[in-house]
């Protein structure tokens, strides 16, 4: 638990967004946080005191003329106790007052009152965020050496696609993290390569060949590599997911841009090939769409991709001391993997099942096999991605502690 005994006031804003503070209470609870909440009343109109309380485990405070309240603990108390303050969603109206330095409700008086770091997370409609009021006051927070996260480009709720968008929630915590433990990046100073997604192979400019892959898995490695202070670069093929923070990201669509993108990226201490790479692609990619005429199909030739795995292992000065692959299979699949190992010159393989009754393409839960050089299997129990990714940085981190 990266954050254990450290203490957060969260202060919930209204705003649609407000719902990903519930998840944000619980992700920060995992890393051993204490999370205590100021639920604005916009915020109530989002999310409710109780479910608030359920999560946190703690009082709700929102009313600063509350006798309890003040008696319990004092607006003065609860913004200093903390070791961090976050404002989350941070709405247009909060953000305005706080850079006004107005006290009129529970919320801002903390805010005002406190002598401790603050951590804003803008969310609101994009002609809201690029306002020239809203830029201004965000400019004198930052001035004052506020912390932002976000906003992020993206879909918002009344319909519009823009920045505005909050940000994900583990990107959030990951920005709590970095800055409540600088020391604990047990990665720091390392370079890591990660690659995400699918490969698409075109057959002509409308159509290609792919395997199926969300990105998801990837994507949550990158971001725990980043997490633990890893210099990471994430070639991600098409995905529909967000930059992860904290990476530097690269967009590819074949998989022999993936490899020159991967070659560009070396040397590395790390790299973990995750991306679900065509093995094939067509010999002789057609320039214009390819139209049916009533008669048979024109049959395709292939030809096959190169081996990104495989190249990076390869034996030479820019291997990078730990290459990690992949294998999706659908049957015999802790066999195939050692073999996958052996063949490649991988250091370990981590190997799941993708038959269409697991749910993994496209799902949040994975279950992991880790083979390496010997015969020893590491079986993980079915968790969620990201605790695979999280896991799997842990076994990182352990074996770079035991080289010299």
């Given at each position: ?15 649609i967004?407000a719902?990903k503070s519930l ?5 920060l ?7 205590r ?14 479910s608030v ?30 070791d961090?303050?976050?404002?989350a969603?941070?709405?247009a ?13 529970l919320a801002?008086?903390?805010l005002?009152a406190t002598?401790?770091?603050v951590m804003?997370?803008p969310?609101m409609n994009?002609r ?20 932002c ?17 909050m ?8 920005a709590?993290s970095?800055h409540?433990?600088p ?10 390569i ?17 395997n199926r892959?969300?990105g ?10 980043a ?13 529909a ?7 530097t990201?690269v ?5 022999r841009?993936?490899?020159a993108?991967?070659e ?14 065509a ?10 769409k ?6 048979a199909p ?5 030809a096959e ?17 730990l ?7 659908t049957?015999?699949?802790?066999a ?13 393989i ?13 799902g ?18 079915t968790?969620t991605?990201?605790q ?14 035991d080289c010299?």
């Amino acid at each position: 638990m990266i954050m254990q005994g450290k203490r957060i006031l969260l202060i919930i804003s209204g705003g649609i967004a407000a719902f990903k503070s519930l998840d944000l209470i619980r992700r920060l609870r995992e890393q051993g946080a204490s999370v205590r909440c100021v639920l604005t009343k916009g915020g109530a109109q989002f999310v409710t005191p109780l479910s608030v309380s359920a999560l946190s485990e703690e009082k709700v405070y929102h009313d600063i003329f509350s006798l309890t309240d003040e008696a319990e603990m004092g607006h003065i108390n609860l913004s200093r106790e903390a070791d961090l303050v976050v404002v989350a969603p941070a709405s247009a109206d909060i953000l305005a007052r706080m850079a006004g330095g107005l006290a009129s409700d529970l919320a801002t008086t903390a805010l005002l009152a406190t002598d401790k770091p603050v951590m804003v997370v803008p969310a609101m409609n994009m002609r809201m965020w690029e306002h020239e009021a809203t830029q201004a006051n965000m400019e004198t927070l930052r001035a004052r050496g506020l912390l932002c996260v976000g906003p992020v480009e993206g879909n918002m709720a009344c319909g519009e696609y823009g920045f505005g968008r909050m940000s994900e929630v583990e990107d959030i915590v990951a920005a709590i993290s970095a800055h409540l433990t600088p020391n604990a990046r047990p990665l720091a100073a390392r370079r890591a390569i990660v690659t995400s997604g699918p490969t698409h192979e075109a057959i002509d400019p409308v159509r290609y060949i792919a395997n199926r892959s969300s990105g998801k898995q990837g994507h949550a490695i990158a971001a725990a590599l980043a997490r633990s202070g890893a210099n990471t670069v994430l070639i991600s093929g098409p995905t529909a997911l967000p930059d992860p923070a904290g990476v530097t990201m690269v967009k590819v669509e074949s998989a022999r841009d993936m490899l020159a993108a991967c070659e560009k990226a070396l040397p590395a201490e790390i790299a973990i090939c995750v991306a679900a790479v065509a093995d094939w692609r067509v010999a002789d990619e057609a320039t214009q769409k390819l139209k049916k005429n009533g008669s048979a199909p024109k049959l395709l030739e292939l030809a096959e991709n190169p081996d990104i795995l495989r190249t990076l292992a390869k034996v030479g000065n820019k291997r990078p001391s730990l290459v990690i692959g992949f294998a999706a299979e659908t049957e015999n699949v802790i066999a195939n993997a050692q073999a996958k190992c052996k063949n490649k010159n991988t250091d370990w393989i981590l190997a799941n099942d993708v038959s269409p009754n697991t749910g993994t393409f496209g799902g949040n839960a994975n279950t992991i096999h880790l083979v390496g050089h010997t015969d020893a299997v590491e079986s993980w129990p079915t968790m969620t991605k990201d605790q695979v990714a999280e896991r799997l940085v842990s076994r990182i981190s352990d074996h770079f502690g035991d080289c010299p």
